[in-house]
């Protein structure tokens, strides 16, 4: 079974609707109750099995309440075995502005925390049971920095470090714990981000996704469901502390910070 965080629009729909089709029962969690029940609807429509969940992933208590209701929901048909940690929020402003110390908080809450008490909630039944996997979707921002997302940079980070930290603790335990950061995907997250730099500057709607396309690496932009296959990839897999970059490339770029970098000399 598996529990997806931001799982009503944009990338966390694309991962529930990509792990149903492959026969995973799906907990589709978002703050929006009727959207989510709108995902789940569709996908037990195809065949699927989903459960709709209300969570906001802000909120510990209401985190503790969503898994509570979680258990009560897929007893019957075993445990949450897998966390895919998907929502977040993204906001730019400069660094200075009035209300940045609102916005770090905001940003750490929902990108870094939320994730960190599913994980705090969840990993230790799935050390019992022997076996977990949690896949955390961050960002280029959670490797590199960007001007003006300061906060979102931030929190992205935290995010990466403490997964890289937690992947070691559970080494060898059949748990593991593994990062998806895509750069910029062409998602709902994304057109919204179009249409706030369409407002600020003179670029129309298909100048400014050109300017976000460019800046990929590889010059194109990432799309779902390469988002959504990199998510099933590390849910499937035994890897541990692995970080997946999608870069708008044909190649997903693997990353293994936690395993020590050998020089000419040490081979």
Known sequence: MALVTGGSRGIGEAVCARLAREGVGVLVAARGLERCERVAAALRAEGGTAWALALDVASAESIRSALDEARQLVGPFGSIDWLVNNA???????????????????????????????????????????????????????????????????AKHALVGYSLALADELEGSGVTVNLVCPHYVDSPMLAESVTRLTEKTRMDQKMAREFFRRANPGDELVTMDEVSGAVLHLLRGDENGLVLELDGSSERKERRPNRPVRSEADA
């Open 88 to 154: 977040g929020v993204a906001e730019s402003a400069p660094y200075d502005e009035a209300s940045h110390e609102k916005s770090v908080a905001h940003h750490l809450d929902v990108n870094f925390h939320g994730a960190r008490h599913l994980m705090e909630m969840l990993v230790p039944e799935m050390e019992r049971r022997g076996y977990g996997r949690v896949v955390n979707v961050a960002s280029s921002a959670g490797l590199r920095g960007y001007a003006y997302v300061s906060a979102y940079c931030a």
